[in-house]
């Protein structure tokens, strides 16, 4: 039994993340959805639980801490100067460098972390995007068996889909 | 715009939700009226019987808190205009506003002042040759006066346009590219400067002058920075209290604009922390005795210390904690216990500020103070019942608001 890949097309972000629902209500997992504009509709849509990017920031933002709690600490133990009579490690201005640097490495993780999870730069397209999906259309690909294409097809449709074709794996593969 | 989103918008405006006429009224003033009542005599109490030093002492904590909270509102009203902020409708608008008329009372309270001067400013008693030019009893009284009459006047010609159908349009119009109607784009940035003018003359005049060998140019906007924060904080209150008492389909039941109003408690939460931290490591790097008293006897000493590591936490710790997530953002009780714990900081943070000038040794806290604050809560909710009528109106008319999306 082969797997087939059913691309569906839609005008309306609306109807987009309406599919999507009826999907998930059909208990089908295996799609990718493709929206030439960041829409919020279709994330929840999908019902995508938060970005683990977040614990890339925070990991980012301890390191940082901990750099500058090295620097500081370190150069003073290294240069060892009384300045005006304070305690030698004086924790006012040590705030500020650790401040910086956990809002410094915080950003640089976050950068390099979405670029990672989001598998971005590459150059090789999606198996079933189409060119209109970067321009004004929102499209689905769903892949399933065979048998159940017909199901899933006019479910596309009934959602409101502009267009529905239906294409082997195999002539990707 | 998608055609989905306004369908969404229709539906809610069909559901319409049954408009509620006071939610605050006779019960609420007669209660007012007798906190008011319970201030003053326990106010007329102290002076009678020798203990006036600790009367005004609380007389101008409370004058400075309430009347910070009251023109923080406003301004946060106005500064909503300033964002083209339409997350509330026109409803936000009206919180802001709903406390205003205490500023007048606060204009007025600001006068006994001048019979307790002898008690509060210790450069009247004891002169400071090199800054009698400016800290001198008439002219303080006449400038201070004339700030906040001018404060409490542009407030009022602010609400006034902020109330009127043109402005009240503005708020709930979906289309985003209009700007407020201009006599708001004027109003607007002016209560806003006004209010970091003014409020920065009254940290020095009000509250620095208190220890008057004392300085720090950060102080005026550190001390109007958390006014505007306490009256966030009670944006936020009056929000999630609201909600549970304004039927079932008002604005404070959807979520986002508690979201919305738990985002700013948190963020000028931040804010007030930075401005501390500003001016503490200026003073700390420093290290000049005439600027770091100020701090050491409040920060290090007893009986003080405790008292202002308790601002630290009310104010900064546990909004920053507790409102980091989204979900304690929407939820009522926890947003409301995080700007009502926020007010007592901001209370404790004035007090903290004023009281030690005076009495350094003691923290004078007992009955007296207890009531003469009572009696200003008092007057502070008199003067708001209007005001949150007008709000319970808004909330419940079922207009629309901004986005529904996050």
């Given at each position: 039994?082969?797997?087939?890949?059913i691309?569906s097309?839609?005008?309306?972000?609306?109807?987009?993340?309406?599919?999507?629902?009826?999907?998930?209500?059909?208990?089908?997992?295996?799609?990718?959805?493709?929206?030439?504009?960041?829409?919020?509709?279709?994330?929840?849509?999908?019902?995508?639980?938060?970005?683990?990017?977040?614990?890339?920031?925070?990991?980012?933002?301890?390191?940082?801490?901990?750099?500058?709690?090295?620097?500081?600490?370190?150069?003073?133990?290294?240069?060892?100067?009384?300045?005006?009579?304070?305690?030698?490690?004086?924790?006012?201005?040590?705030?500020?460098?650790?401040?910086?640097?956990?809002?410094?490495?915080?950003?640089?993780?976050?950068?390099?972390?979405?670029?990672?999870?989001?598998?971005?730069?590459?150059?090789?397209?999606?198996?079933?995007?189409?060119?209109?999906?970067?321009?004004?259309?929102?499209?689905?690909?769903?892949?399933?068996?065979?048998?159940?294409a017909e199901r899933l097809e006019s479910l596309m449709k009934?959602?409101?889909a502009?267009?529905v074709?239906r294409?082997?794996?195999?002539?990707?593969? | 715009?998608?055609?989905?989103?306004?369908?969404?918008?229709?539906?809610?405006?069909?559901?319409?939700?049954?408009?509620?006429?006071?939610?605050?009224?006779?019960?609420?003033?007669?209660?007012?009226?007798?906190?008011?009542?319970?201030?003053?005599?326990?106010?007329?109490?102290?002076?009678?019987?020798?203990?006036?030093?600790?009367?005004?002492?609380?007389?101008?904590?409370?004058?400075?808190?309430?009347?910070?909270?009251?023109?923080?509102?406003?301004?946060?009203?106005?500064?909503?205009?300033?964002?083209?902020?339409?997350?509330?409708?026109?409803?936000?608008?009206?919180?802001?506003?709903?406390?205003?008329?205490?500023?007048?009372?606060?204009?007025?309270?600001?006068?006994?002042?001048?019979?307790?001067?002898?008690?509060?400013?210790?450069?009247?008693?004891?002169?400071?040759?090199?800054?009698?030019?400016?800290?001198?009893?008439?002219?303080?009284?006449?400038?201070?006066?004339?700030?906040?009459?001018?404060?409490?006047?542009?407030?009022?010609?602010?609400?006034?346009?902020?109330?009127?159908?043109?402005?009240?349009?503005?708020?709930?119009?979906?289309?985003?590219?209009?700007?407020?109607?201009?006599?708001?784009?004027?109003?607007?940035?002016?209560?806003?400067?006004?209010?970091?003018?003014?409020?920065?003359?009254?940290?020095?005049?009000?509250?620095?002058?208190?220890?008057?060998?004392?300085?720090?140019?950060?102080?005026?906007?550190?001390?109007?920075?958390?006014?505007?924060?306490?009256?966030?904080?009670?944006?936020?209150?009056?929000?999630?209290?609201?909600?549970?008492?304004?039927?079932?389909?008002?604005?404070?039941?959807?979520?986002?604009?508690?979201?919305?109003?738990?985002?700013?408690?948190?963020?000028?939460?931040?804010?007030?922390?930075?401005?501390?931290?500003?001016?503490?490591?200026?003073?700390?790097?420093?290290?000049?005795?005439?600027?770091?008293?100020?701090?050491?006897?409040?920060?290090?000493?007893?009986?003080?210390?405790?008292?202002?590591?308790?601002?630290?936490?009310?104010?900064?710790?546990?909004?920053?904690?507790?409102?980091?997530?989204?979900?304690?953002?929407?939820?009522?009780?926890?947003?409301?216990?995080?700007?009502?714990?926020?007010?007592?900081?901001?209370?404790?943070?004035?007090?903290?500020?004023?009281?030690?000038?005076?009495?350094?040794?003691?923290?004078?806290?007992?009955?007296?103070?207890?009531?003469?604050?009572?009696?200003?809560?008092?007057?502070?909710?008199?003067?708001?019942?209007?005001?949150?009528?007008?709000?319970?109106?808004?909330?419940?008319?079922?207009?629309?608001?901004?986005?529904?999306?996050?």
């Amino acid at each position: 039994m082969s797997r087939i890949a059913i691309i569906s097309s839609f005008a309306e972000e609306v109807q987009c993340a309406h599919a999507i629902e009826e999907l998930r209500a059909a208990q089908v997992t295996d799609f990718k959805s493709f929206s030439p504009i960041p829409s919020h509709r279709i994330e929840h849509a999908i019902g995508r639980t938060k970005s683990p990017v977040r614990w890339i920031v925070l990991a980012g933002g301890i390191s940082g801490v901990l750099t500058g709690l090295a620097i500081t600490i370190g150069t003073t133990y290294e240069w060892n100067l009384n300045a005006g009579g304070k305690p030698l490690l004086s924790w006012p201005p040590f705030i500020v460098i650790c401040f910086e640097l956990m809002i410094l490495l915080g950003g640089i993780f976050g950068f390099f972390g979405v670029l990672g999870l989001s598998g971005v730069p590459t150059t090789e397209s999606q198996p079933g995007y189409n060119g209109r999906f970067g321009e004004d259309r929102f499209g689905i690909v769903i892949r399933c068996d065979e048998t159940e294409a017909e199901r899933l097809e006019s479910l596309m449709k009934e959602s409101g889909a502009e267009e529905v074709e239906r294409e082997d794996e195999a002539q990707h593969s | 715009m998608s055609s989905g989103l306004q369908s969404v918008r229709h539906a809610r405006a069909s559901r319409k939700p049954q408009p509620v006429e006071s939610v605050a009224g006779a019960r609420m003033q007669t209660v007012g009226v007798a906190m008011i009542v319970l201030g003053i005599i326990a106010f007329v109490l102290a002076l009678t019987s020798g203990r006036a030093a600790i009367a005004w002492e609380a007389y101008l904590v409370n004058l400075l808190f309430f009347l910070g909270v009251a023109q923080g509102a406003v301004v946060a009203s106005a500064s909503f205009y300033l964002t083209q902020a339409k997350w509330g409708g026109s409803t936000v608008y009206r919180l802001g506003e709903a406390f205003a008329p205490f500023l007048w009372v606060g204009f007025f309270l600001f006068f006994g002042l001048y019979f307790g001067r002898t008690l509060i400013f210790p450069w009247v008693t004891h002169p400071i040759a090199q800054k009698a030019a400016w800290l001198n009893v008439p002219f303080l009284f006449t400038r201070d006066a004339f700030a906040l009459g001018v404060m409490a006047a542009a407030s009022f010609a602010f609400i006034r346009v902020s109330r009127g159908e043109e402005a009240r349009a503005w708020t709930i119009a979906t289309d985003d590219i209009q700007l407020p109607p201009h006599s708001i784009r004027v109003l607007a940035p002016l209560v806003a400067i006004l209010f970091a003018v003014v409020y920065t003359l009254i940290a020095f005049d009000l509250v620095m002058s208190l220890a008057p060998v004392w300085r720090s140019t950060l102080f005026g906007w550190y001390f109007f920075a958390g006014a505007f924060w306490s009256a966030l904080c009670l944006l936020a209150l009056t929000a999630a209290v609201l909600r549970g008492r304004l039927g079932e389909d008002n604005l404070f039941t959807n979520p986002v604009v508690l979201h919305d109003c738990g985002k700013m408690v948190f963020a000028f939460s931040v804010f007030w922390i930075y401005l501390m931290f500003a001016q503490y490591i200026v003073i700390w790097y420093g290290d000049l005795p005439v600027e770091t008293f100020f701090i050491v006897q409040r920060v290090h000493h007893m009986p003080w210390s405790p008292l202002s590591v308790a601002c630290l936490v009310l104010i900064w710790v546990i909004p920053f904690v507790v409102l980091m997530s989204v979900r304690t953002k929407k939820s009522p009780i926890i947003l409301g216990t995080v700007s009502a714990l926020g007010l007592v900081g901001i209370w404790l943070e004035r007090y903290v500020l004023v009281v030690p000038s005076l009495s350094l040794d003691a923290i004078p806290f007992g009955p007296t103070q207890f009531l003469i604050t009572i009696g200003f809560l008092g007057a502070f909710l008199i003067c708001s019942v209007p005001g949150l009528n007008r709000v319970a109106q808004a909330a419940t008319s079922g207009e629309p608001v901004g986005d529904d999306e996050e």
